[in-house]
């Protein structure tokens, strides 16, 4: 596709569910990245993958939250036992770089998350 | 640990008004400053990317600077339009790769 798409785009569950969140990248990318952004904030990081490696999780907000990109395109970030907390927009982006000053990230649409 | 501010929160202006939109950062150890725009229920669209080794960056009626060693960026943009309602956020990157974000700043157009 021409841009990062990321599905489902809306997703309801009741406290205490688990959810998978999938991000596909623009073709070729070898950076993804995941943020999350909270009702009238910015993003904040979460993770990022170079290739198949997940190189920086420093920004997940706890043991609940997991991602993996085995195969170096998709990428999927798992939420246990869903808190009320968790939710928001959750947001990735990929960049065809490995890092420097002219890395762009272009992000996908967001899946917005909704813990009742 | 980075942080950035976006100030203002938010602004309304009249259609064809030039106006600015102001960042700043705690640590100049940047790589690259962006300026991105949100619309509501969708992701983010980078407008400008400045490195940091430029002083500005334009894009039509958009012009963006950056004074690294003040940890300061402004977003100028020309004549606004309705079309330009949005929400207006900064990013800078560094070593760790990873952005950081501001709050943003939510712009309202008036026809």
């Given amino acids: 596709g021409a841009g990062v798409s990321q599905s489902p785009r809306y997703k309801v569950a009741k406290r205490g569910q688990d959810v998978a969140l999938r991000c596909d990248p623009i073709s070729g990318h070898v950076s993804l ?67 420097g000053s002219q890395e762009t990230q272009y992000f996908g649409p967001g899946t917005r998350l909704l813990v009742l | ?31 690259n400053l962006q300026w991105f725009r949100q619309d509501p229920g969708k992701g983010l669209t980078s407008l400008l990317l400045i490195q940091s080794s430029q002083r500005e960056q334009t894009s039509g009626r958009l012009n963006a600077s950056l004074d690294k060693s003040s940890g300061r960026s402004t977003l100028y943009i020309a004549a606004s339009q309705p079309g330009d309602s949005a929400t207006y956020l900064c990013a800078v990157s560094g070593s760790a790769r990873q952005l950081t974000f501001g709050s943003g700043t939510q712009l309202t157009v008036l026809p």
Avoid: H
């Fill in chain 1, 33 to 99: 990245f995941w943020y999350q952004q909270a009702l009238g904030q910015g993003p904040e990081f979460l993770t990022y993958f170079q290739n198949e490696a997940q190189l920086d999780k420093s920004g997940l907000p706890s043991d609940r939250f997991f991602a993996e990109r085995p195969e170096g395109s998709v990428s999927t970030l798992k939420i246990q036992r869903t808190q009320q907390e968790d939710s928001a927009v959750y947001l990735c982006a990929s960049s065809s770089t490995t890092g």
């Fill in chain 2, 1 to 31: 640990k980075q942080e950035v501010t976006q100030i203002p929160a938010a602004l309304s202006v009249p259609e064809g008004e030039n106006l600015v939109l102001n960042c700043s950062f705690t640590d100049s150890a940047i790589y």
